[in-house]
């Protein structure tokens, strides 16, 4: 009987703590979602596995233009936003860190004033 609390007990406090860290995490997105540019690949990568599924791309995408429009945002660039497969440059299906930066570093580099000619 003893050991049927404990083991209860555990998977209760397992549990909490699991949510605890899902809901910390998910309020981290919520600040990134309400900021102008780029996001972090760890936003984007939902799981942690280290790489960015068109999946989680797509609900990242959803959740902060929900989030920008019920802040009031104008939300008349939305259409212009990456796709997924002009992120994944190496076509396999998944974006990985290097991937994602190097494209953000792209986009940044094409920019009135940021590229080669504004030096």
Avoid at 55 to 64: I, K, N, P, W, Y
Avoid at 93 to 118: T, V
Wanted: hydrophobic fraction near 30%; include cysteine; charged fraction near 25%.
């Amino acid at each position: 009987m003893l050991n049927k609390t404990i083991l209860t007990s555990a998977v209760g406090v397992a549990l909490l703590c699991g949510t605890a860290f899902a809901s910390s995490d998910e309020n981290e997105r919520h600040e990134y979602y309400e900021r102008r540019g780029p996001m972090p690949f760890e936003v984007l990568d939902l799981n942690r596995d280290g790489v960015v599924t068109p999946e989680e791309h797509a609900q990242v995408r959803s959740e902060r233009q929900k989030v920008r429009s019920e802040q009031g945002y104008p939300m008349r660039n939305a259409a212009s936003a990456p796709s997924f497969d002009q992120i994944d440059t190496d076509g396999d299906g998944a974006i990985s860190r290097n991937e994602l930066y190097g494209w953000q570093a792209g986009r940044m580099q094409q920019r009135p004033g940021m590229g080669p000619a504004a030096q």
